[in-house]
């Protein structure tokens, strides 16, 4: 069972900014951007991700406007499923709007759960008729098709497509395992500097991405004889290439005509985000061994200074409550009290990084095209880097509501009902 960490100082100032939030996306969701641009649908900075907050923030007590709210945001992301030309991709498009809508019809709210049907039809068509190898990762892949047809199951069309998702799994992964991202998927600033393409140890765009959502289809239920295999030899390879790189234990990329290049630590590339998908798939197939692993590896990123992280803000995907969303997740499951102390710590850090009166609710979002780029600080009020990912975290600390939503990111790993959880210091 999901229970709150936060001590009384952290509740005070998570409540304070998570009410901000919920002003700001409130006027979001009712009036449209601020800068005139249109509504988004999609989950990582549009309207499906702020129906995620208004909807666990009416779960964990939040008044009933906060659930009209939610149906809003749901209602304009469901609408945006007949709009043309909206990508297939779990993270900016069609899957992921049906992933927040099975996800909350199923789980918070009474819904007709054929509104993704089309969603379902939509998968098909691109699915039947595969010619040439997919893109294999979570964010904008095979992965992310995956995951949201795990979402839709029991449905029976669902886990027929799901079929289809884990064999091309399947048939495209190397005889080592593990699955490389080929050069023409590449954005093009990767494809400047990795030519011949590389091996992605990101989970967001990565193995380490499959093996979490192999987990995540164990856990529903999948009895499929292929997904216990698969993920043995993906966990493999990936445990192969540790090593002590300049501030992480994995690097990001490893190309086949270069050096391993390093990264921070966070959910979408780093040792956390690769800690906590081998913690679930621990979980969810029965490996005691992998569990140590994933123990080991967390301590190494709960002990690394802050400057050695890289991280210059507080979203999920790569800034300060994505972190300390990892270690509650893995602390939960586990009873490890390093890796709660870890989560406080962070929460903290996220906290202190806002400054009321700037950005949305106080927080900037760090956005750089490039690494070469130069960056801007922008407000965004998505799901992956901006404040409805911010209060969904906040929301996690702070109530006893456990944090499903985390399933769009693999990570969900089952809390441990034995955990002991005595008082905490704020």
């Not at 011949?196 to 989970?203: A, E, P, S």
């Not at 292929?226 to 790189?245: C, E, F, S, T």
């Not at 990892?326 to 202190?352: C, H, K, P, V």
């Not at 600390?397 to 034995?418: C, F």
Request: charged residues 20%.
């Amino acid at each position: 069972m999901w229970q709150a960490i936060a001590g009384a100082d952290t509740i005070r100032d998570c409540r304070a900014t998570i009410a901000d939030i919920e002003r700001v996306l409130a006027d979001y969701v009712a009036y449209g951007p601020d800068d005139g641009t249109h509504l988004q649908a999609h989950v990582a900075g549009g309207t499906s991700g702020v129906a995620l907050f208004f909807a666990y923030l009416h779960a964990a007590g939040g008044n009933d406007t906060a659930a009209d709210r939610a149906l809003a945001a749901i209602e304009l992301s469901s609408g945006a499923l007949a709009e043309h030309g909206l990508l297939p991709d779990l993270y900016s498009g069609f899957s992921g709007v049906g992933w927040v809508l099975a996800h909350l019809t199923r789980e918070l709210f009474e819904g007709d759960g054929d509104l993704a049907l089309e969603v379902d039809d939509a998968l098909r068509q691109l699915l039947s008729d595969v010619t040439r190898p997919m893109p294999f990762e979570l964010v904008g892949g095979l992965t992310g098709y995956g995951s949201y047809l795990v979402e839709r199951l029991p449905n029976a069309g669902a886990a027929e497509l799901l079929d289809r998702v884990i064999g091309l799994l399947e048939s495209s992964r190397e005889s080592n395992g593990a699955w490389f991202s080929n050069p023409d998927w590449l954005p093009d600033w990767q494809r400047e500097l990795m030519p011949r393409g590389h091996y992605n140890l990101g989970v967001a765009h990565g193995i380490p991405g499959v093996i979490g959502f192999l987990a995540a289809a164990r856990d529903a239920g999948v009895r499929d004889p292929r997904l216990p295999r698969l993920a043995n030899d993906a966990v493999q390879w990936v445990l192969a290439q540790k090593g002590i790189w300049p501030g992480s234990l994995f690097p990001s990329h490893i190309p086949p005509d270069s050096e391993p290049r390093q990264t921070r630590t966070a959910w979408c590339y780093g040792d956390l985000g690769v800690a906590a998908v081998l913690l679930s798939a621990a979980h969810a197939f029965d490996r005691p061994e992998w569990r140590d692993e994933a123990l080991a590896i967390a301590h190494v990123a709960a002990r690394r200074s802050f400057d050695d992280t890289m991280v210059s803000d507080a979203g999920l995907c790569h800034g300060a409550t994505g972190i300390a969303h990892l270690f509650n997740r893995m602390y939960q499951a586990t009873g490890d009290d390093e890796l709660r102390d870890a989560a406080l710590r962070w929460y903290r850090i996220a906290l202190d990084m806002r400054r009321p009166g700037h950005g949305l609710a106080g927080f900037l979002s760090w956005y750089e095209s490039t690494p070469t780029a130069e960056g801007s600080w922008r407000g965004e009020q998505g799901f992956l880097s901006g404040i409805a990912g911010i209060g969904l975290a906040l929301l996690a600390a702070i109530t006893d509501v456990e944090p499903s939503w985390d399933r769009v990111m693999v990570v969900s790993i089952p809390p441990r009902p034995d955990v002991h959880r005595g008082a905490i210091a704020s």
